[in-house]
């Protein structure tokens, strides 16, 4: 049996300029299930838009890709050989100030919302705020109704107070998409161990973010390095509770980070995790520039002293359970 | 085994004030499924905000009602004793001028469309025109798509020509969800021989409407008169083609009809099948004011002379075999 078939590959959070190259590297990666990111700061109709150019692409490359809505979709693209894309916002605008906009979201095929991106939202506060409130009053109940219909709570650009307590709100098991330990590299994304030790108890999963921002130097971070931090991480909050959420954004142009930080808030130009010197995108690792280069990923755990069947679980099996349980009525 | 449990129960057109009552009418009514309009003039954004006020419905009275998706969810009724509700649309309006969004209502629920309501409008012409030049080149494009995704063409508001065109054009059978025979009663909105054959022939199904201006007699229609222009219906094209499409429109003020007939579009009322000494809803026929009456009609088709199972077809059976075809991507 091809290894590529027997368990699961997933990654929990792309946001690359879509393409059918894209495409064919997820299949030469054998990935089974992309997280893609559809919306930063667009309203609901641009988010549809951006749902109907998706829907276009699912119809040109059904050979490659078809949309994911449950986790057995992982399991059909194991099967079929094709790679299933599960939509995610990375902030709460698309559903404006309508909680009802949730569920009409979740039926569009939107399965992980984040309660907030860097800034301070109508639910929750980014992680780039001065001050963390918490949990807004909306906040409280788009976490419920997300609960209800089946759309996971994404945490990853949030604030540490509001990131707990939507831990402790949350009747589901959360999630951190993409982000990677605080101790391991101190940026303002990476999270806490409170807060990782709060994610993991209660049954969240944590994505480990492959973006150099989030990686312990940077663009020349070491294969062995993230590997080890992953083992570390295992350690520290249990196997069972990682996977990958690289945060890949493969052929992007600049302007499109400049988007991601600066949406229409500023007009001043925010450079997020960069700076004026460097504006745009870093260069990813050499080990990791697309999905073709996910199978290094795994080579890189085994060799860290994961057994591989824990590899698995990491590279997607984690990944395809947290999935199953998710994405359905509560 | 009871009878209401044996065979399905469909009305192909309703829009009613929904409430809890309408619901437990259609429960009393032993009604399966019915096809409820969600949208006459309104945008993609506003009619988003009436699926999500549907949205609340079925959270509320899950007991009585659920969203229908497919023909399958008709016998789920049967099996549950609720009623299936499936949206529709009675103009294009929804759409805008964008294809994309045809695909996502269907993703909402939407499973009927009208090409166009009694105007002119992107696709086709309504009944109400003086010239029809038939479907445009956006029509053209709407009709396949229509296709492809599993949406119903319905041209129960539109004129000869483009009705006759949209039979042509589309590869799967239309609708004409809530209309009777021209040469029964001669009004605007009821359709011409020519039309029926062309329909019927072309495997698409006619909803048999209970409006009164649909109706010889009007408010006075008695139950004898209107099933036997059934029966006439049914030797005439067949009785496989034809179904219950009441345009029931239950508890609304007037002033829905006035929206309904003037929109935003009118600056000077329109009146449209009433007149300025009759401008609200007409009084029902005193054996069809609910869908609790749904019975009544069951008993009049007995008495002209269709078998038990000829009944059963026009009351439920045909629109089921024609939701099972017509919903599902082609």
Same mark, same amino acid.
């Given at each position: 049996?091809?290894a590529?078939?027997?368990s699961?590959?997933?990654d929990?959070? $792309?946001?690359?300029?879509?393409s059918a ?15 893609? /990111? ?10 549809v838009?951006?749902?109907? =150019?998706?829907?276009?692409?699912f119809?040109r490359?059904?050979? !490659?890709i078809f949309?994911g809505r ?5 399991e ?5 050989g ?16 309508d909680?009802? !906009? @949730?569920?009409?979201?979740h039926? #569009? ?7 907030s ?7 929750? /506060? ?6 963390? *409130?918490g @949990? /807004?009053?909306f906040?409280?109940q ?5 609960n ?5 709570v994404?945490?990853s650009? &949030?604030?540490e107070? &509001?990131?707990?307590e939507?831990?402790e709100?949350?009747?589901r *098991?959360i999630? @951190? ?8 590299? *101190? ?15 209660s049954?969240?999963m944590l994505g480990?973010? #492959?973006y150099?921002?989030h ?5 020349n971070?070491?294969? $062995? &390095?993230?590997? =080890?931090?992953? =083992?570390?991480?295992? &350690?520290?909050?249990?196997?069972a509770?990682?996977? @990958?959420g690289?945060?890949l954004?493969?052929? $992007?142009?600049?302007?499109?980070v ?8 500023s007009k ?7 700076s004026?010197s460097a504006?745009g ?5 050499s ?10 990923l795994r ?5 860290v002293g ?13 990944? #395809?359970r947290?999935?199953? $349980?998710s994405?359905?009525p509560?």
């Amino acid at each position: 049996m091809d290894a590529k078939i027997a368990s699961p590959v997933v990654d929990c959070l $792309q946001y690359a300029n879509w393409s059918a190259d894209v495409f064919a590297q997820m299949r030469a990666g054998g990935v089974h299930g992309v997280h893609a /990111t559809i919306a930063y700061h667009e309203n609901f109709r641009e988010t549809v838009a951006n749902i109907i =150019a998706w829907n276009r692409h699912f119809e040109r490359h059904s050979d !490659l890709i078809f949309p994911g809505r449950a986790g057995s979709d992982i399991e059909r693209a194991m099967r079929e050989g094709r790679t299933a894309i599960f939509f995610g916002l990375q902030n709460p605008s698309p559903i404006e100030d309508d909680i009802g !906009l @949730i569920e009409v979201c979740h039926a #569009l095929g939107v399965r992980f919302m984040q309660l907030s991106y860097n800034n301070q939202s109508l639910l929750a /506060t980014g992680c780039y705020e001065g001050e963390d *409130p918490g @949990i /807004t009053r909306f906040g409280r109940q788009a976490i419920a109704e997300m609960n209800r219909v089946g759309m996971v709570v994404d945490m990853s650009h &949030s604030a540490e107070r &509001s990131t707990l307590e939507a831990i402790e709100l949350s009747a589901r *098991p959360i999630a @951190i998409t993409h982000a990677n330990p605080h101790w391991w590299h *101190p940026a303002l994304r990476n999270k806490s161990d409170t807060v990782l030790k709060a994610l993991t108890r209660s049954g969240g999963m944590l994505g480990l973010s #492959l973006y150099p921002h989030h990686m312990k130097g940077g663009s020349n971070c070491t294969l $062995q &390095s993230f590997c =080890a931090m992953v =083992a570390e991480t295992a &350690s520290r909050y249990g196997v069972a509770h990682l996977g @990958i959420g690289s945060d890949l954004c493969q052929d $992007q142009p600049d302007s499109v980070v400049a988007w991601m930080r600066n949406g229409r808030w500023s007009k001043v130009t925010d450079y997020g995790e960069g700076s004026a010197s460097a504006a745009g995108f870093p260069r990813q690792p050499s080990w990791f520039t697309s999905n073709a280069d996910l199978g290094n990923l795994r080579d890189g755990l085994c060799k860290v002293g994961f057994s591989n069947e824990e590899v698995s679980d990491i590279m997607g099996g984690n990944w #395809l359970r947290f999935y199953t $349980q998710s994405f359905g009525p509560m």
